[in-house]
C-alpha cells in the first residue's frame, strides 16, 4: 500500500497564500490538526486540511510549487478550472502506468474543492464509451484504452483507501454494475460512501445475479447500489434486463439505482421516487442518507 501523502507547513501556506508562521497559528489557536515529525516538524493530512478548509469557508487558491514542472502545471490548470487540460494530464499519467503521480494529483484535486462528481462528470465519465470523443488528441483505442481504465481503477483504489473517516456508521453497501467497464465509476461510489463513513464492497462488473443474491443473504448489506451507464440503453438485452428488475424488486433493503440518461420506461417504474440521473445527485442522495 502506499504511504499516505502528507503535507508540510510550507506546502500548505503556498497553498492557502497565507504565511508559515499563520498556519503554526492556526494549529494551536484555529483547531487545524497535524502531526509532528521526531525532528518537530508539522505535516498534515489531506482529510484534515479539507475539514479544515470546509470550517473556515474557504479553498485553496495558491500554487503549490513542487520539484516537478509538470505538477505546477496542474496546479494552475486547477486554479482556472481548465478541466480538459486536467483530463488530458489524468490520461497520460494512466497511458504511463504512473499511479502513485495519479493519486498525488487526486488528492491535489480533492484538496482544491474538486468534489467526487467533479471527478466523474468532468475527468472520466466518457471512459464509459468505446472510444472517448472529446479527447480525440489522445489516442484511447483498443488496449490504451483499456489500459487507462485499469490504470485510473487502481489509482482511485489507493485513493479511496486515504479517504478513510475518523468514525465509521456500522453500514456496509454494495456497489455493482450489470455491464463492462464500470470499473472506474464503481470506485468513485465507493469514495463517496467512504467519505460518509460506509464500508463498501464492490464486485466484479458485469455482476452476477446469483453471485450479487449470495453476498445480499450472507454480507450485512445496509444498501444496494447498481451503477448502469448509457451503453446499458443503447444496447438493451430484454432478458438480462428482465432478470435485473425480478432481483431488485426481490429485495426489501434500500437499494439505489444510478443511471446516466436515457433511461428505459422498464426501469423508470422501479425507480419511482428514486431515480437518480448523474453522479452530482447520487453524491447528494449518499450525503442526506440517515
Same mark, same amino acid.
Given at each position: 500500500?502506499?504511504?499516505?501523502?502528507? $503535507?508540510?507547513?510550507?506546502?500548505?501556506?503556498? !497553498?492557502?497564500?497565507?504565511?508559515?508562521?499563520? =498556519?503554526?497559528?492556526?494549529?494551536?489557536?484555529?483547531?487545524?490538526?497535524?502531526?509532528?515529525?521526531?525532528?518537530?516538524?508539522?505535516?498534515?493530512?489531506?482529510?484534515?486540511?479539507?475539514?479544515?478548509?470546509?470550517?473556515?469557508?474557504?479553498?485553496?487558491?495558491?500554487?503549490?510549487?513542487?520539484?516537478?514542472?509538470?505538477?505546477?502545471?496542474?496546479?494552475?490548470?486547477?486554479?482556472?478550472?481548465?478541466?480538459?487540460?486536467?483530463?488530458?494530464?489524468? $490520461?497520460?499519467?494512466?497511458?504511463?502506468?504512473?499511479?502513485?503521480?495519479?493519486?498525488?494529483?487526486?488528492?491535489?484535486?480533492?484538496?482544491?474543492?474538486?468534489?467526487?462528481?467533479?471527478? $466523474?462528470?468532468?475527468?472520466?465519465?466518457?471512459?464509459?464509451?468505446?472510444?472517448?470523443?472529446?479527447?480525440?488528441?489522445?489516442?484511447?483505442?483498443?488496449?490504451?484504452?483499456?489500459?487507462?481504465?485499469?490504470?485510473?481503477?487502481?489509482?482511485?483504489?489507493?485513493? $479511496?483507501?486515504?479517504?478513510?473517516?475518523?468514525?465509521?456508521?456500522?453500514?456496509?453497501?454494495?456497489?455493482?454494475?450489470?455491464?463492462?467497464?464500470?470499473?472506474?465509476?464503481?470506485?468513485?461510489?465507493?469514495?463517496?460512501?467512504?467519505?460518509?463513513?460506509?464500508?463498501?464492497?464492490?464486485?466484479?462488473?458485469?455482476?452476477?445475479?446469483?453471485?450479487?443474491?449470495?453476498?445480499?443473504?450472507?454480507?450485512? =448489506?445496509?444498501?444496494?447500489?447498481?451503477?448502469?451507464?448509457?451503453?446499458?440503453?443503447?444496447?438493451?438485452?430484454?432478458?438480462?434486463?428482465?432478470?435485473? !428488475?425480478?432481483?431488485?424488486?426481490?429485495?426489501?433493503?434500500?437499494?439505489?439505482?444510478?443511471?446516466?440518461?436515457?433511461?428505459?420506461?422498464? !426501469?423508470?417504474?422501479?425507480?419511482?421516487?428514486?431515480?437518480?440521473?448523474?453522479?452530482?445527485?447520487?453524491?447528494?442522495?449518499?450525503?442526506?442518507?440517515?
Amino acid at each position: 500500500m502506499a504511504r499516505e501523502r502528507l $503535507y508540510s507547513t510550507r506546502e500548505l501556506s503556498q !497553498l492557502w497564500n497565507v504565511s508559515q508562521t499563520t =498556519i503554526k497559528r492556526w494549529t494551536l489557536t484555529k483547531g487545524l490538526k497535524c502531526r509532528k515529525t521526531p525532528g518537530g516538524h508539522r505535516r498534515f493530512r489531506l482529510n484534515d486540511i479539507v475539514a479544515f478548509q470546509g470550517r473556515r469557508g474557504f479553498e485553496a487558491s495558491g500554487i503549490l510549487m513542487g520539484a516537478s514542472s509538470e505538477f505546477t502545471e496542474l496546479e494552475i490548470w486547477i486554479n482556472t478550472k481548465d478541466f480538459r487540460e486536467i483530463r488530458k494530464f489524468i $490520461y497520460t499519467l494512466a497511458l504511463n502506468n504512473r499511479v502513485i503521480e495519479m493519486v498525488d494529483a487526486f488528492n491535489r484535486l480533492y484538496l482544491r474543492g474538486v468534489t467526487l462528481a467533479d471527478f $466523474y462528470e468532468e475527468i472520466i465519465q466518457d471512459l464509459e464509451d468505446d472510444q472517448p470523443e472529446e479527447n480525440a488528441e489522445i489516442d484511447l483505442k483498443g488496449y490504451r484504452l483499456n489500459l487507462v481504465r485499469s490504470n485510473l481503477s487502481s489509482a482511485f483504489h489507493l485513493f $479511496y483507501k486515504g479517504l478513510e473517516p475518523k468514525k465509521q456508521n456500522g453500514r456496509t453497501a454494495l456497489l455493482v454494475s450489470p455491464t463492462p467497464n464500470c470499473g472506474v465509476a464503481l470506485q468513485l461510489m465507493a469514495c463517496v460512501f467512504r467519505e460518509r463513513g460506509w464500508e463498501c464492497l464492490n464486485l466484479r462488473e458485469p455482476c452476477n445475479l446469483k453471485m450479487t443474491r449470495e453476498c445480499v443473504k450472507k454480507e450485512p =448489506i445496509s444498501l444496494l447500489a447498481f451503477w448502469i451507464p448509457c451503453t446499458y440503453e443503447v444496447h438493451p438485452e430484454a432478458k438480462e434486463r428482465g432478470k435485473l !428488475l425480478k432481483f431488485l424488486d426481490r429485495y426489501r433493503i434500500p437499494v439505489v439505482v444510478v443511471q446516466r440518461k436515457p433511461h428505459s420506461r422498464d !426501469l423508470k417504474k422501479f425507480y419511482k421516487n428514486r431515480e437518480i440521473k448523474t453522479f452530482r445527485q447520487f453524491q447528494w442522495y449518499v450525503k442526506t442518507l440517515r
